[in-house]
């Protein structure tokens, strides 16, 4: 039988448990209440000059007139953003430091590695989807080739040449994809981001890459060193409609990738910073001139709400596992 004074000492521990809980409560309202109150920091999981980089850079100018307080862009490359992703998911809940990742770390990286120091799942929470991407394939102007069959016929002549670099998740399975499919064995070579790894086919050091069409830019046109054989989107781009899809270029269905953007917030942090971080991203996203910034880079604005992005991480998770089994690739 449980003596009364037993039976006090628990209402009294219990009062106490309830009592710090409902101070703790209170703080972390107050403290969503006052936020921003100091300099937020974007993690970004690929160098500087990347595609993710350069729209960072576009919502972080957005976020800090929005929020009245500094935004600094934090890249922290390699290891596929595992780096990135792992700082991120162990920052402290508070709004101070958020996510600005890709498919690469959110739903590809599952399918890539045996292991991963975080869970895209449980240790974020989701605040917006910003876009989809498509990808060029690239090779240096002075290649001779001229389309994807020649690109092919060049790789199979010159097999100790045959190699293509990438810096994401989207450029390394689409590569794998279109050597399975067009029976080449080239060796991927992986770089901390895709400036280094242009800057490499440039030089005649790599035959080809995939590039997003937000980092292409700076490559392509008259002035640039690259020029595209073919986009990863399942239709042209009014941007550049004279390059083939990949299924136009090879024949072969299921060719078709998109990487996209998102933002995230470790897991814990407060609905109601969540939601203040959702509305400002979305009056920059909903801009005229970040929508024409956009359409620039040949991407789709993809604006949603935390549950919408939820559910779209775990299809993602789900496609990705299986777009990277059909190219053969192996988890390290």
Known sequence: MTSFASTVRTAR???VLAGISIAAMGFSVAQAADYPTKPIKLIVPFTAGSGTDLIARVISAGLQ???????????????????????AA??????????????TTQAANPSLFKSLPYDPIKDFAPI???????????????????????????????P????????????????????KAVGVNAIAV???????????????????MFIDTAAAQAFMGPAGQLRPLAITSAARSPLAPDVP?????????????????A????AGTPAEIIATLKTAIHQTTSSPEFAERIKNLSSDLKNSSPEELGAYTKASIESWRTKIKAAGIQPQ
Request: proline fraction near 6%; charge should be neutral; glycine fraction near 10%.
């Open 160 to 179: 100790a040449e045959a190699a293509y670099g990438y810096g994401n998740s989207t450029g390394q399975v689409s590569g794998a994809a279109v050597m």
């Open 190 to 208: 992986p770089y901390k981001g895709t400036p280094a790894a242009a800057a490499d086919v440039i030089g005649g050091r790599l035959a080809f």
């Open 65 to 87: 007139e929005s929020l009245k307080t500094p935004v600094v862009v934090d890249n922290l490359p390699g290891a596929s953003g595992q780096i990135a992703a792992s700082a």
């Open 245 to 261: 899809t990949l299924f136009e270029a090879t024949g072969v269905e299921g060719l078709d990738l998109v990487s996209w953007l």
């Open 128 to 158: 917006t989807l910003i876009s989809e991407t498509p990808f060029l394939l690239l090779v240096r102007k002075d290649m001779p080739v001229k389309n994807v069959k020649e690109l092919v016929a060049w790789l199979k002549a010159n």
């Open 263 to 266: 933002v995230y917030a470790p």
């Open 90 to 103: 162990k920052a402290k809940p508070d709004g101070y430091s958020i996510f600005f990742t890709t498919n």
């Open 13 to 15: 521990r219990n009062f």
